[in-house]
Nanobody, 123 residues
């Protein structure tokens, strides 16, 4: 599976932004998708994930209630809707996928990674 995240940009605190992750290659609908982010000087951290069917989602505590993940298997797309953005959300955001379809938080459980997209939130 090849992945490409896009949609990042520079926004102000309180704004919303939607990131997209386009997939190609193997049967995308069989893969769970995770979103991760990495701020300068910090480790890449889990943001959230969605199961292969879209019925299950999981979020990091830091984004719960503000971020929503969805997917459209017919279009091979996954989305990360980010609302009420904060300066601490500033990071490069990555989408990743794993076979098996179940949701996991751990980075090493994801085999396929896309290039990241920069999100900058100004105060």
């Amino acid at each position: 599976v090849q992945l490409q995240a896009y949609g990042g940009g520079l926004v102000q605190a309180g704004d919303s932004l939607r990131l997209s992750c386009a997939a190609s290659g193997r049967t995308f609908s069989r893969y769970a998708v995770g979103w991760f982010r990495q701020a300068p000087g910090k480790e890449r951290q889990f943001v959230g994930a969605i199961s292969w069917s879209g019925a299950g989602t999981l979020y990091a505590d830091s984004v719960k209630g503000r971020f929503t993940i969805s997917r459209d298997n017919a279009e091979n797309m996954t989305y990360l809707q980010m609302n009420s953005l904060k300066p601490e959300d500033t990071a490069v955001y990555y989408c990743a996928s794993r076979s098996g379809g179940t949701i996991r938080r751990e980075r090493d459980q994801y085999s396929y990674w896309g290039q990241g997209t920069q999100v900058t939130v100004s105060s």
